[in-house]
Structure formats: C-alpha cells, structure tokens
Nanobody, 119 residues
Framework: VQLVESGGGLVQPGGSLRLSCIAS????????MMWHRQAPGKERELVAG????????NYADSVKGRFTISRDTAKNMVYLEMNNLKPEDTAVYYC?????????????WGQGTQVTVSS
C-alpha cells in the first residue's frame, strides 16, 4: 500500500499549483481522501477532504474558494488544485486515505510534497 504525492514546488504569491497523489495497493473509491499540510513549527492541519462514494467536499476556512480537491477513480489518483496561493500556504502537503478493509480501519499517508510560496 502506498500513497505518493507530486507537484509541489516554488511559486510566487498569486500563482497556482496542482498536487497529485497516486494510490497503489488499494482502491480510493472505498476511502475518504484528504489533503493535510504542515508548516514549520506548526501542527499538521486538514486542508481538504473528499468522502468515499462521492458527496460534498470540505475545506479549511483558510483555503475555501482557492483550493479544490478532486479524484479520478479510473487512475486511482487524487488532486489538489491550489489557486491564488499565499505565503501562508507554504507547507509540506500530505495525501491521506481513511477507510475500512477486511474489518480493519485503515489510515494511509504519503511522504509529503513541499509547497513554497514566495516572491
């Protein structure tokens, strides 16, 4: 089982990035998929969530209207489209999957991808 993020990098304020997360070893359609972030010296925070089986997505107030989470079940991938980026969005972004399999609760994490917003 693996989650691998990509797409991070250095971007100027006001710019955009799209993060990708590819899952292997399980099917994301049965899992809630989320993006979290952790800035230096701060606790990890939930940024966006997509429930299993469809349904409304959810966002932290700090990113609402700027970030969009989506999933492509055919590719077993999850995305985070980030627009109008701000310096305070600088953090390591992590992909996370939550769900049940074989009567056990599963909680999978990727290794993270760095996003730096700076001029």
């Amino acid at each position: 089982v693996q989650l691998v993020e990509s797409g991070g990098g250095l971007v100027q304020p006001g710019g955009s990035l799209r993060l990708s997360c590819i899952a292997s070893g399980f099917t994301i359609s049965s899992y809630a998929m989320m993006w979290h972030r952790q800035a230096p010296g701060k606790e990890r925070e939930l940024v966006a969530g997509s429930p299993s089986g469809g349904g409304d997505t959810n966002y932290a107030d700090s990113v609402k209207g700027r970030f969009t989470i989506s999933r492509d079940t055919a590719k077993n991938m999850v995305y985070l489209e980030m627009n109008n980026l701000k310096p305070e969005d600088t953090a390591v972004y992590y992909c996370n999957a939550l769900g049940w399999a074989a009567l056990s609760f599963r909680d999978y994490w990727g290794q993270g991808t760095q996003v730096t917003v700076s001029s």
